[in-house]
T-cell receptor, first 112, second 115 residues
Framework: AQSVAQPEDQVNVAEGNPLTVKCTYS??????LFWYVQYPNRGLQFLLK??????LVKGSYGFEAEFNKSQTSFHLKKPSALVSDSALYFC??????????FGAGTRLFVKA | EAQVTQNPRYLITVTGKKLTVTCSQN?????MSWYRQDPGLGLRQIYY???????DKGDVPEGYKVSRKEKRNFPLILESPSPNQTSLYFC??????????????FGPGTRLLVL
């Protein structure tokens, strides 16, 4: 069965510092991986995805994610955090039948 | 504007009183899905639909019903709501034509409180 783990409930980082939000997955077959962001009182917004190809995926708002097959990880990164990046981040894996499993979410706090 | 809309956005009801949350998309997407979001649990899929008249259970379907009579609409029905259905609900859609890489589009959410 598919699963997604986000090991950190919360990540705190100072503005201007690099940030990493961790995600590991378990899936049979090829992984189709996604990151979404949720701002307060808003729906989920798509950030980036890995389907195939380069292990480093670039997405919206300066975010990128690194796919690591041997470690079954898909960590979200940004070189320089902004206060406006503070939000709830979800990692998700999709199977060939389009069923999507979401992680529990990681709340990112960026302090000015 | 391409969007997924949900109504109502906020709802307070009492145990046992039937309710419907509507979801509509204007992008001609084949796939639609309902999720509930609970703290510490992320989003869990309730039901999904691959096309008109085709629906299937997700991970937490108990206590919910859906229908897909038209491509654009996918209502979520709670026949007899209970307090454990208090949650934040999201509808989403995606086009199947582009394959597995397509992105889901999410509605703004419906916050439901069952007393």
């Amino acid at each position: 069965a598919q699963s997604v783990a986000q090991p950190e409930d919360q990540v705190n980082v100072a503005e201007g510092n690099p940030l990493t939000v961790k995600c590991t997955y378990s899936v049979s077959g090829n992984p189709y991986l996604f990151w979404y962001v949720q701002y307060p009182n808003r729906g989920l917004q798509f950030l980036l995805k890995y389907i195939t190809g380069d292990n480093l995926v670039k997405g919206s708002y300066g975010f990128e994610a690194e796919f690591n097959k041997s470690q079954t990880s898909f960590h979200l990164k940004k070189p320089s955090a902004l206060v406006s990046d503070s939000a709830l981040y979800f990692c998700a894996v999709r199977d060939i039948g389009f069923k999507t499993i979401f992680g529990a979410g990681t709340r990112l706090f960026v302090k000015a | 504007e391409a969007q997924v809309t949900q109504n109502p956005r906020y709802l307070i009801t009492v145990t046992g009183k039937k309710l419907t949350v509507t979801c509509s998309q204007n992008m001609n997407h084949e796939y639609m899905s309902w999720y509930r979001q609970d703290p510490g649990l992320g989003l869990r899929q309730i039901y999904y639909s691959m096309n008109v008249e085709v629906t299937d259970k997700g991970d937490v379907p108990e206590g919910y019903k859906v229908s897909r009579k038209e491509k654009r609409n996918f209502p979520l029905i709670l026949e007899s709501p209970s307090p454990n259905q208090t949650s934040l609900y999201f509808c989403a859609s995606l086009p199947l034509a582009g394959g597995i890489q397509e992105t889901q589009y999410f509605g703004p959410g419906t916050r439901l409180l069952v007393l």
